[in-house]
């Protein structure tokens, strides 16, 4: 039995043949499916896009912040940005990591 350490992710491949054989269409309409969600996913991020039972795509304003030059050791500032995160539903934390009871 694999390691979870050592135990590698799922390829893009892999993940197209199991949907396509657990969905019963072909590889080249599950592997559309999955970039035209992809897309709307991209597109519609700035709203707020949830993938049910899953999570939500959010975009976040970071403030900017007293950083360190890693190869100088040097302070400076890092200015603010928005950026894009990943919100996990308590739905998929609880299917990986059941509550304990």
Do not use: C, H, W
């Not at 969905?23 to 559309?32: R, S």
């Not at 709307?40 to 939500?56: D, H, M, Q």
Request: charged content about 30%.
């Amino acid at each position: 039995m694999a390691n979870a350490k050592t135990a590698k992710p799922m390829t893009k491949a892999q993940v197209i043949a199991y949907m396509s054989e657990k969905t019963e269409l072909t590889k080249k309409q599950t592997d559309l499916f999955i970039k035209e969600l992809m897309t709307l996913a991209y597109k519609e991020a700035k709203k707020s896009f949830v993938f049910p039972g899953l999570g939500k795509l959010v975009v976040v304003q970071r403030k900017k912040r007293t950083g360190r030059n890693p190869k100088t050791g040097e302070s400076m500032i890092i200015p603010a940005k928005k950026t894009l995160k990943f919100r996990i539903a308590k739905a998929a934390k609880d299917a990986v990591f059941p509550p304990k009871a």
